[in-house]
């Protein structure tokens, strides 16, 4: 097949455009011709609209079979409002070429951020039907997302595929010594290193405290907040704010935006992991896949969409939102170095069943094939 795979990002640090590169190369190396475009939004919808019509002209000269389309609506309008994908839907159904969707995200949840959140999820919800007309099929990271469409009836059905995230984070050989970069802060090689990849707001308080609590049985444990948005953003503060509370400052840091070598080094630094974003461990989560392609012995806070198949074969230590619990199961992996090795071997085992870029890849090439093939 010859494959157009595009999307808008708003900022260059942007893991959909890792995702979208990754699954390129992974596409490339079956045989297929991937032509891959991507813009950092900016400039308002006419330029927008220029650049695709282009696009799309080109893709129509090449006779390209489908076009792979990577959406997130906070990437597609300011303000959390998705305008362009209305334009990009447009576009799309007038090029006549089978068009996959990629829905990395759908919709803003209700009952978050209160009125803001509200705005951002009626928006969104009124966009997606557009986005979805605009579609041949559809690519979903989570079950639980293709139910919730699929009961919804002011949604157009398409032929839906779920796969899960895989990680976007390379596979290295770390060291035998694992040497800092010039930005990271003096630590003790000896300390017990406790890795949050993919950290929120929300996650900062509960975190936080059972950090607390493991030094009270380990004085030399550190807590590294890996990767963006790093320690001088919003986040980052929140963190920071969390941890002087608590009175564990000095013990937590933060290595800011990194590279996909230097990023696998820090995960491969780290002694253990700790996974809460609000929701569960869902098959959607990039961060979540990078500590399981790691074998990092990770302890992960449950949750509405914790994934059902992680829940089965318990590649983490999935515990209760309740600090306590983490702190627990972070000390009984911290003294037991046994089941540490065990863990990590489950969780990689996990990963490459599940979540590999060669499975991911399988799947996408079995889908794209029989879409292009039924809509020419």
Same mark, same amino acid.
């Given at each position: 097949?010859?494959?157009?795979?595009?999307?808008?990002?708003?900022?260059?640090?942007?893991?959909?455009?890792?995702?979208?590169?990754?699954?390129?190369?992974?596409?490339?190396?079956?045989?297929?011709?991937?032509?891959?475009?991507?813009?950092?939004?900016?400039?308002?919808?006419?330029?927008?609209?220029?650049?695709?019509?282009?696009?799309?002209?080109?893709?129509?000269?090449?006779?390209?079979?489908?076009?792979?389309?990577?959406?997130?609506?906070?990437?597609?309008?300011?303000?959390?409002?998705?305008?362009?994908?209305?334009?990009?839907?447009?576009?799309?159904?007038?090029?006549?070429?089978?068009?996959?969707?990629?829905?990395?995200?759908?919709?803003?949840?209700?009952?978050?951020?209160?009125?803001?959140?509200?705005?951002?999820?009626?928006?969104?919800?009124?966009?997606?039907?557009?986005?979805?007309?605009?579609?041949?099929?559809?690519?979903?990271?989570?079950?639980?997302?293709?139910?919730?469409?699929?009961?919804?009836?002011?949604?157009?059905?398409?032929?839906?595929?779920?796969?899960?995230?895989?990680?976007?984070?390379?596979?290295?050989?770390?060291?035998?010594?694992?040497?800092?970069?010039?930005?990271?802060?003096?630590?003790?090689?000896?300390?017990?290193?406790?890795?949050?990849?993919?950290?929120?707001?929300?996650?900062?308080?509960?975190?936080?405290?059972?950090?607390?609590?493991?030094?009270?049985?380990?004085?030399?444990?550190?807590?590294?907040?890996?990767?963006?948005?790093?320690?001088?953003?919003?986040?980052?503060?929140?963190?920071?704010?969390?941890?002087?509370?608590?009175?564990?400052?000095?013990?937590?840091?933060?290595?800011?935006?990194?590279?996909? @070598?230097? =990023? +696998?080094?820090? %995960?491969? *630094?780290?002694?253990?992991? /700790?996974?809460? $974003? &609000? #929701?569960?461990?869902?098959?959607?989560? @990039?961060? =979540? +896949?990078?500590? %399981?392609? *790691?074998?990092?012995?990770? /302890?992960?806070? $449950? &949750? #509405?969409?914790?994934?059902?198949?992680?829940?089965?074969?318990?590649?983490?230590?999935?515990?209760?939102?309740?600090?306590?619990?983490?702190?627990? #199961?972070?000390?009984?992996?911290?003294?037991?170095?046994?089941?540490?090795?065990?863990?990590?071997?489950?969780?990689?085992?996990?990963?490459?069943?599940?979540?590999?870029?060669?499975?991911?890849?399988?799947?996408?090439?079995?889908?794209?094939?029989?879409?292009?093939?039924?809509?020419?």
């Amino acid at each position: 097949m010859r494959v157009l795979s595009f999307g808008i990002s708003q900022s260059p640090v942007c893991g959909m455009q890792d995702y979208a590169d990754g699954l390129a190369e992974e596409l490339r190396s079956r045989g297929h011709h991937v032509d891959r475009a991507w813009r950092l939004r900016h400039g308002g919808q006419e330029p927008v609209r220029s650049w695709l019509e282009d696009l799309l002209r080109q893709a129509t000269a090449a006779q390209t079979d489908i076009i792979l389309w990577h959406y997130s609506p906070f990437s597609y309008g300011a303000h959390g409002i998705p305008t362009l994908a209305v334009v990009i839907a447009h576009e799309l159904r007038r090029s006549r070429i089978p068009v996959a969707t990629v829905l990395h995200e759908m919709v803003y949840p209700w009952g978050r951020e209160g009125w803001r959140g509200a705005c951002w999820a009626v928006a969104q919800r009124a966009v997606l039907p557009y986005v979805v007309a605009a579609s041949s099929a559809l690519v979903l990271t989570v079950d639980k997302r293709a139910r919730w469409m699929n009961r919804r009836p002011w949604i157009p059905v398409r032929p839906t595929i779920v796969v899960p995230a895989f990680s976007n984070v390379p596979e290295i050989s770390p060291p035998a010594h694992h040497e800092p970069a010039h930005h990271e802060p003096a630590h003790d090689e000896e300390a017990l290193r406790v890795g949050v990849f993919g950290y929120q707001p929300v996650a900062a308080g509960l975190v936080i405290d059972a950090f607390v609590r493991l030094r009270h049985h380990r004085p030399d444990a550190e807590l590294w907040l890996i990767g963006a948005p790093g320690a001088d953003s919003d986040v980052g503060r929140t963190w920071s704010r969390a941890a002087d509370r608590a009175g564990a400052g000095t013990a937590v840091h933060f290595t800011g935006v990194l590279q996909g @070598g230097t =990023l +696998a080094l820090q %995960l491969a *630094a780290c002694d253990l992991g /700790v996974f809460h $974003d &609000g #929701a569960g461990p869902s098959s959607r989560k @990039g961060s =979540l +896949a990078a500590l %399981l392609h *790691a074998g990092l012995p990770t /302890v992960a806070v $449950d &949750g #509405a969409d914790t994934w059902p198949e992680l829940a089965r074969e318990r590649p983490v230590v999935l515990v209760a939102a309740q600090a306590d619990q983490v702190a627990r #199961a972070l000390v009984h992996l911290a003294d037991e170095p046994e089941s540490r090795s065990t863990l990590a071997q489950r969780a990689r085992n996990f990963y490459d069943r599940h979540q590999s870029r060669s499975a991911v890849a399988d799947a996408y090439d079995t889908f794209l094939t029989a879409v292009a093939a039924a809509t020419h």
